[in-house]
């Protein structure tokens, strides 16, 4: 089993960057896909983005294609969210989620496992 650890979590400015971390611990990660999903006060969990096992293959929800970028790496067992040019509507609980299978998803459902979450506030 696979337990997930987020940081870099806090208050940032609208305009501002972040660079949230999730950390694999009790196995390997490296065959897995990753994503990272967010909710909002009052709102049902969405999807950011996710990665393939490998990095080559990622995917964006519209609200923030060419904003933030995620990445992994493999030896650190760490996947990274940066977070670029971020706006009050990107205020949310941010989770990192990892499923058994090399290729990214975009829905909740198909993640086997979880982080608990980390705080991001945008303030205007």
């Known amino acids: 089993q696979v337990q997930l650890v987020e940081s870099g979590g806090g208050l940032v400015q609208a305009g501002g960057s972040l660079r949230l971390s999730c950390a694999a611990s009790?196995?390997?990660?490296?065959?897995?896909?990753m994503g990272w999903f967010r909710q909002a006060p009052g709102k049902e969990r969405e999807f950011v983005t996710a990665?393939?096992?490998?990095?080559?293959?990622?995917y964006y929800a519209d609200s923030v294609k060419g904003r933030f970028s995620i990445s992994r790496d493999n030896a650190k067992n760490t996947v990274y969210l940066q977070m670029n040019s971020r706006n009050p509507e990107d205020t949310a609980v941010y989770y990192c989620?990892?499923?058994?299978?090399?290729?990214?998803?975009?829905?909740?459902?198909?993640?086997?496992?979880w982080g608990q979450g980390t705080q991001v506030t945008v303030s205007s």
């Open positions: 990665i393939s096992w490998s990095g080559d293959i990622r």
């Open positions: 009790g196995r390997t990660f490296s065959s897995d896909a």
């Open positions: 989620a990892g499923r058994s299978g090399r290729w990214p998803e975009r829905t909740s459902r198909h993640y086997d496992y």
